[in-house]
């Protein structure tokens, strides 16, 4: 049976790349943080995803936080509910 395991290998490998291919499309998938947020969230002027991940468990407390504590300049998002719950869903909040 030695000749089944180049071919687990190759498996194997597929694997890994379709992984780092799903991967990559989760980041193109996030257009309106990376449009709209990530200039200033890039955890030197504000929180980055990462952090506003850990902090916020859901698109509601999400919004809130947006529409309360969000600062000045964010001001012209505070109106559209829609858009953050949008943006919530994509950086993958429920
Ligand atoms: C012009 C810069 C700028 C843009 C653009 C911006 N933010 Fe912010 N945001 C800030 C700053 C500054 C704060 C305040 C950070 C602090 O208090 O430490 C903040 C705070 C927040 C907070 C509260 C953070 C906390 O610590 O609880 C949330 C949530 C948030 N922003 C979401 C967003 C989302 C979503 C977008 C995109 C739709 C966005 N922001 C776009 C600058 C920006």
Redesign the pocket.
Known sequence: MKCEKPLFTVFVLCLITISFASGSNAENNRK??SH??????DSK???DME??RA??RTADE?TV??ES??????NI?KNDES??KK??KE?GLK
């Open positions: 309106l943080w709209m947020c990530a200039s200033c969230h002027t504000a929180p952090s506003l902090k916020y999400f936080a947006v504590r969000g600062h000045r300049c964010m998002l858009l953050i943006i919530a950086i």
